[in-house]
């Protein structure tokens, strides 16, 4: 069983930043790859980005390529460095492994407003 926490969301003005981060509980972290997703009211979840078990392949979504990165480390943590920010990035993150019928965490909101 794989449980995910996210934290780091909140309110931040258009150009600014935040990081995300999602704790994974499971002694087996390194083997599984890691998606963010993002969802707002009435829309489809979205996925954002991916990064691979040994952190040596990541992906973005266009929306947020050359303003987002994702990493992780090895203390079974998976990070999302949100840079640029714009009012269409606000939503609701989640952290997920295994895809969509995988495992997911409970979300973080970020809304960004001047």
């Known amino acids: 069983q794989v449980q995910l926490v996210e934290s780091g969301g909140g309110l931040v003005q258009p150009g600014g930043s935040l990081r995300l981060s999602c704790a994974a509980s499971?002694?087996?972290?390194?083997?599984?790859?890691m998606n963010w997703y993002r969802q707002t009211p009435g829309q489809e979840r979205e996925w954002v980005a991916y990064?691979?078990?040994?952190?040596?392949?990541t992906n973005y979504a266009d929306s947020v390529k050359g303003r987002f990165t994702i990493s992780r480390d090895n203390a079974k943590t998976v990070y999302l460095q949100m840079n640029s920010l714009k009012p269409e990035d606000t939503a609701v993150y989640y952290c997920?492994?295994?895809?969509?019928?995988?495992?997911w965490g409970q979300g973080t909101q970020v809304t960004v407003s001047a």
């Open positions: 990064i691979s078990s040994t952190g040596g392949s």
């Open positions: 499971t002694f087996t972290f390194n083997i599984y790859a």
């Open positions: 997920n492994s295994g895809g969509r019928s995988g495992y």
